[in-house]
């Protein structure tokens, strides 16, 4: 069988590989979505300042995120380079899950703001982030199969939607079950944690990484490096990749867009006047994306690559998104739920390729520049998820301040109502419009292919 057709793994190990995203976004879903309110409406404390905060802990973790990919490419060990970091950390973030959840009521604000950003950050930036990075850059290891690869984005980001409905959905019941107020966000954070554990080792033993030599098999002597790259030798082949830009880029936009999203909590509360319709927005965007994602390595066959079936579908979200706005603006509630579900239907290749572009990403250095860096490389998820994600959370908090939002009031502001709708409504839109841009240029398995044809590598 020829390289291009070998199959590394089982239905099983594709699952457990998934499973993973279950394990991270009972940690990732829990924060994005809920810290901002239980920081305000339950320990009270200001949402611009809690932003602020945010944002920066979000920017030293950038820092971080190339650090821990360069580690994760110099790991050896008998499990591998990336399973020991993702097991090992998933402690630490479970740890810091709970204290994030748990600011001491009785201490005064200050003291407040200074162990809400000790323990976010030491979530963030260190644990989640080693975590992160050596997770995604499995997908480079444990196989060579691009096909096997797309289908191993599909499952991982099915886990991840599921997750993240379940979580958006069940989460506020859950707090008024377990305790209410702040005791009951610190024992959901401890019930979220003890899944996250439990599953992601599930996840860290489902797999095997393939060998130095299995993974060399097949490659030229000038595509290999025996020497390890040093840290600032990494940075600087990202740096001159500008598929690796595009592609953080492209995840520093979409959770820009994720931690603004946040505050379809407060929009649905003091907009809608319904707080319980969060999972039901929640589920239509996502829903649609996971039975996307079930087809996607199919269309990827289909369409013999990834760039047009990205593209065209980031085009047609532009689209719905409109359709979205027009609705919300007018509270038909229905057609935003139709738009919201379509739009994410046409999101869903993306998600689903989104590692094996990565991929194909890593492989365009070693084609150039004769050096593997897929830890460092890999490193783009992460940095898109926190930098992204710290300046949308960011960016919410001051913008509820600049709005007027009061805390915990029965009722907001027209500027305050004005710019919920702002920010629910009008910034995915911004959002997948600029992704769409990216996605036009991003043509890293054209560039591949030419530079084989130019080199004389005949694919088998």
């Known amino acids: 069988m020829s390289q291009q057709e070998k199959k590394y793994l089982k239905w099983y190990n594709k699952v457990g590989y998934g499973a993973g995203d279950l394990a ?14 239980y920081l305000t409406d339950t320990v009270d404390l200001n949402s611009a300042i809690v932003g602020i905060l945010i944002m920066f802990s979000k920017f030293a973790d950038g820092i971080t995120d190339v650090f821990f990919g360069n ?15 993702m097991f090992w950390s ?17 201490w005064g604000d200050t003291a407040q703001y200074a162990y809400f950003f000790i323990a976010y950050t030491l979530l963030n930036a260190v644990f989640y982030t080693a975590n992160n990075i050596a997770y995604a850059s499995l997908t480079s290891l444990i196989t060579k199969n691009k096909n096997e690869r797309v289908q191993m984005g599909s499952i991982r980001f099915m886990f991840s939607l599921a997750t993240n409905i379940t979580v958006a959905s069940v989460t506020v019941g859950l707090v008024g079950t377990l305790g209410g107020g702040a005791a009951g966000w610190r024992n959901v954070a401890i019930l979220y944690a003890v899944i996250s554990l439990i599953v992601n080792t599930i996840s860290v033993f489902s797999v095997r990484e393939l060998t130095d030599a299995e993974l060399s098999e097949g490659m030229s002597a000038s595509e290999l490096s025996e020497e390890k790259p040093s840290f600032m030798e990494s940075l600087k082949l990202l740096l001159a990749n500008k598929y690796f830009l595009m592609i953080a880029g492209f995840y520093i936009l979409m959770y820009i867009q994720t931690g603004i999203a946040s505050v379809g909590t407060y929009w649905c509360t003091y907009v809608l006047g319904n707080v ?12 649609p994306m996971i039975i996307g994602l079930f087809f996607t390595p199919f269309l990827v066959k289909r369409f013999k690559g990834m760039y047009k079936l990205n593209f065209y579908g980031y085009v047609g979200a532009v689209v719905f998104r409109v359709g979205f706005v027009i609705a919300g603006l007018s509270l038909n509630i229905p057609l935003m739920l139709a738009c919201s579900a379509i739009a994410g239907l046409c999101t869903s290749p993306v998600t689903g390729d989104i590692n094996a572009l990565i991929s ?20 783009c998820s992460s940095l898109g998820i926190k930098v992204g994600g710290g300046v949308g959370t960011a960016l919410c908090g001051i913008l509820l301040d600049l709005g007027g939002y009061v805390n915990a009031a029965p009722q907001q502001s027209a500027s305050a109502l004005g710019m919920l709708n702002f920010m629910y409504l009008f910034f995915p839109l911004i959002s997948v419009a600029l992704v769409a841009v990216i996605m036009y240029f991003l043509k890293v398995e054209k560039a591949n292919a030419d530079w084989d044809a130019e080199h004389g590598v005949k694919k088998a």
């Not at 194909?360 to 490193?379: D, P």
């Open 71 to 85: 580690m994760i490419d110099k790991t050896r060990s008998k499990m591998g380079k990336a399973r020991p970091w």
């Open 360 to 379: 194909e990403t890593a492989e365009y250095t070693v084609r150039t520049k004769g050096k593997h860096i897929e830890g460092a490389m890999f490193s």
């Open 90 to 106: 998933q402690i630490g973030n479970v740890i810091c899950l709970i204290a994030v959840f748990a600011v001491p009521m009785g």
């Open 24 to 37: 991270a976004n009972c940690i990732y879903g829990l924060v994005t979505s809920f810290v901002m309110i």
């Open 276 to 287: 319980g319709m969060l999972g039901a927005f929640s589920a239509a965007q996502m829903g």
